[in-house]
């Protein structure tokens, strides 16, 4: 057996599920979960009826490279929606559908990593667990970069030692960034494409949650969008992933991309002709649609707008936050110890929330979890405001 295996930890909802194991909710409070980041918005219409219309296609295998015109209609969108210039990007050598970015994250890595050269992955803490565990089971070590208030939430990658950007073979950045919502500036994203070039390792950008924000003209920039602007048109040791699960409600759908540096595309496709993992033909075809359309993208970021105000003049005043600038998530500080808050709010209120030290590690500077939660403004309007006012009545009787 692969020993690296015991060095995973629970997933957080496994955590999560044995932190209530002992309570009864309340019956009489109908339950509502703002701990898992599954939207819930309906699925466009033309999506599902792309599926029914492609399903005579279940009788045929699919390619792992994809549909040309998958791949094609991919380019077409990151060139719009990031600028990328008359170069753009290659359909055929640089786009890489894949079954959603989570189970893309994990395997690039696998296919990435030379675990024989003291290998580091370095990740934003807090983080989405599945890097950590690409990274063990890759047989590196994880290297962590605490997200807190003082650095606005996101990695201060200045105060990284020379040496640990030496050992470095991958990057995961996150943004807009799940737990926090924080978004990494063009500067920002430019300088970490300058130390992959002077260190020689890979940039892997979980851009999942980059159609979801509040301004619709302040789109979050992209990692393609920032190699592009430091005329690296080859986005040299550059990768970003998308998905339409945030952006189009449709996690069911299990679509998503890779797109980049052909150097690290290629390979990562023969990985993926052994992994056996070739999206199905009835699933591109929806996706291509998806990907098409901004009209339905629009609407979604218009009600997560809507929640955000609905939810955050409940909250004020009982608790400390920042509404972040994209993603759907809310980062509150909680007024007693994180899993002691999300406890009695299940207990009193029949509430689900995701207390932050599930989502981090202690390191040298402390948890940067610790005393958070993760709300997930998922659930539909009316059961957002039902759930601040239960977490307004829960903190008032604090």
């Not at 219409?45 to 791949?71: D, M």
């Not at 950590?132 to 996101?154: D, F, K, N």
């Not at 990494?184 to 390792?201: N, V, Y």
């Amino acid at each position: 057996m692969n020993p690296n295996l015991s060095r995973l930890q629970p997933y957080p909802f496994e955590k999560l599920a044995a932190l209530m194991r002992d309570i009864e909710p309340p019956a009489e409070r109908a339950a509502i979960a703002l701990s898992i980041g599954e939207p819930k918005h309906a699925t466009p219409a033309f999506i599902a009826n792309a599926l029914v219309a492609h399903v005579h296609q279940l009788a045929s295998y699919p390619s792992t490279r994809g549909l040309p015109e998958l791949r094609q209609a991919i380019a077409d969108w990151l060139g719009r929606r990031f600028g990328l210039g008359p170069s753009g990007i290659d359909a055929q050598t640089q786009v890489l559908p894949v079954n959603g970015t989570r189970e893309a994250l994990f395997a690039f890595a696998q296919a990435m990593i030379d675990p024989r050269a003291d290998a580091l992955v370095l990740m934003p803490n807090p983080f989405y667990q599945i890097y950590e565990g690409a990274a063990l089971l890759a047989g590196a070590s994880p290297y962590l970069l605490p997200c807190t208030e003082q650095t606005q939430w996101l990695p201060d990658i200045e105060s990284v030692p020379e040496a640990i950007w030496k050992r470095c073979q991958l990057l995961y950045i996150c943004s807009p960034g799940n737990p926090t919502g924080a978004v990494m500036d063009q500067a920002r994203l430019m300088r970490l494409i300058e130390l992959a070039q002077r260190h020689d390792f890979i940039i892997a950008a979980d851009e999942c949650y980059a159609e979801l924000y509040l301004d619709e003209a302040n789109p979050p920039p992209g990692l393609l969008q920032a190699a592009a602007a430091l005329g690296l048109d080859d986005y040299r040791r550059c990768v970003c992933f998308h998905s339409l699960s945030k952006r189009s409600n449709a996690p069911g759908l299990r679509s998503g991309f890779v797109a980049g540096d052909a150097r690290l595309v290629e390979p990562f496709f023969q990985y993926r002709t052994y992994h056996g993992c070739a999206m199905p033909l009835q699933h591109q075809q929806a996706s291509l649609l998806a990907w098409q359309d901004e009209a339905h993208v629009i609407e979604n970021r218009r009600r997560y707008r809507e929640k955000f105000d609905a939810v955050s003049a409940i909250l004020d005043g009982v608790l400390a936050f920042s509404i972040p600038p994209a993603g759907f998530y809310l980062w509150p500080r909680t007024p007693i110890p994180d899993t002691d808050f999300a406890r009695r709010l299940f207990a009193e209120q029949n509430l689900r929330v995701l207390p932050g030290r599930f989502l981090s590690r202690a390191g040298e500077q402390g948890d940067p979890g610790l005393n958070h939660i993760r709300m997930a403004l998922v659930p539909p309007l009316a059961d957002c405001i039902e759930a601040a006012q239960r977490i307004r009545a829960v903190c008032e009787g604090l």
